[in-house]
């Protein structure tokens, strides 16, 4: 039952990742109504984050090969490289600032949701802004937004984002929907939004999944192994399929239906909380 349990908590981690609606706010909901053992709950929750990064690493490998291999002598290589370490960096001081204080304080189903309807309204206002500063015109008066692919992003523009990035500290918020609304906001296309918060999640989550496992260490178990590695697993083939599918639908679509299921969604676990029928 606890592997069924890993499964279903890898499946949402990895469906939720790289969408605008919070990876983490759904594993607390879930962990929650599934009865997932509190006691590992966040840590569990947040290294598993790894399996959907492992799928980032699948799909784009092309791309992190060619940057490897040309860190010495191509500037194309040196300046992604460049952006993503800058846009890592605030995420990495403010979350060792404040990372205990918001687990003790906001890992619970009620400040998620709070933060996921509030959420829900930010991308609703961004969308509507970024439609009339980079709508389509017609063919002789066609407006792009101002960073169309990832290899347009400038140093600045990437520790932009990633200060945008720590707003989703708070549980709720949605890394992704941080960083791609706030990057639409600034003037990225929707692709290069996407993309990049792929390309940010690699150091960003990966590096928090090991930070939680080793102040963990001491709790941790070898019979601990196969409940982790069931839900990087399922993380990882959930994530794979979902950023295939997200970059195919950002071609043709804006985040608006997210925005309202992310109202929808918290607006039913506070009712659910208000009127008791749940106890979150």
Sequence with gaps: MLLLKAAVMGVV???????????????IITGALIDFPEASRATF?????????LAVLW???????????????DRRAQRFALN??????PAVVLGLAFGDWIKAHLFHAVPVAIALVVGGFVILWAERRHKRLYGARDLEGRRHARVETVDDVSPLDALKVGLLQCIALIPGTSRSGAIIIGALVIGFSRKAAAEFSFFLGVPTLMGAGAYSLWLQREAL???DLPMYAVGVATAFVAALLCIRWLIRFVSTHD???????????????????????VEW
């Design 59 to 73: 799909e784009y490998r092309q791309r992190f090969a060619d940057t490897l291999t040309g860190l010495t002598h």
């Design 221 to 223: 178990q070898w019979s």
């Design 13 to 27: 981690e990895g469906l939720t990742e790289f969408l605008p609606v919070s990876s983490t706010g759904h594993l």
């Design 45 to 53: 929750g947040i290294s598993i984050q790894s399996g959907a990064m």
């Design 84 to 89: 993503v370490l800058v846009a890592f960096i």
């Design 255 to 277: 985040f608006v239906p997210f925005a309202w299921y992310r109202i929808v969604f918290g607006g039913v676990v506070l009712l659910t909380a208000w009127a008791g029928w």
